[in-house]
């Protein structure tokens, strides 16, 4: 079992920048890719970055290209999600996402593992 704890959300100005982590505790001595996916109020659970097990390889969606950076830390167990340029529209509830093979996806039943969410609310 691996649990996932996700911090740094909050309000921000658009244009603004948000760091959000995640830490993951238990059977983290397996090779586990990582994701953030997203879900705004009244919509669908989606798909927003992943990184491998050896930081080797990211996915980012399309929306959030040029804007987000994915990263981890092996060391510390943590993953990153660095938020910048931030618009209107990425207003959601946050969430990270492990699955236990260490090669990147995309889709939600790819993930094992999931956190509670954390909030990012950005305002116009």
């Known amino acids: 079992q691996v649990q996932l704890v996700e911090s740094g959300g909050g309000l921000v100005q658009a244009g603004g920048s948000l760091r959000l982590s995640c830490a993951a505790s238990?059977?983290?001595?397996?090779?586990?890719?990582m994701a953030w996916f997203r879900q705004a109020p009244g919509e669908e659970r989606v798909f927003v970055a992943s990184?491998?097990?050896?930081?080797?390889?990211?996915g980012y969606a399309d929306s959030v290209k040029g804007r987000f950076i994915i990263s981890r830390d092996n060391a510390k167990n943590t993953v990153h999600l660095q938020m910048n340029s931030l618009k209107p529209e990425d207003t959601a509830v946050y969430y990270c996402?492990?699955?236990?093979?260490?090669?990147?996806?995309?889709?939600?039943?790819?993930?094992?593992?999931w956190g509670q969410g954390t909030q990012v609310t950005v305002s116009s």
């Open positions: 996402a492990a699955r236990s093979v260490p090669f990147i996806a995309r889709t939600l039943a790819s993930y094992n593992y």
């Open positions: 238990g059977r983290t001595d397996s090779k586990n890719a």
């Open positions: 990184i491998s097990w050896s930081s080797a390889s990211t």
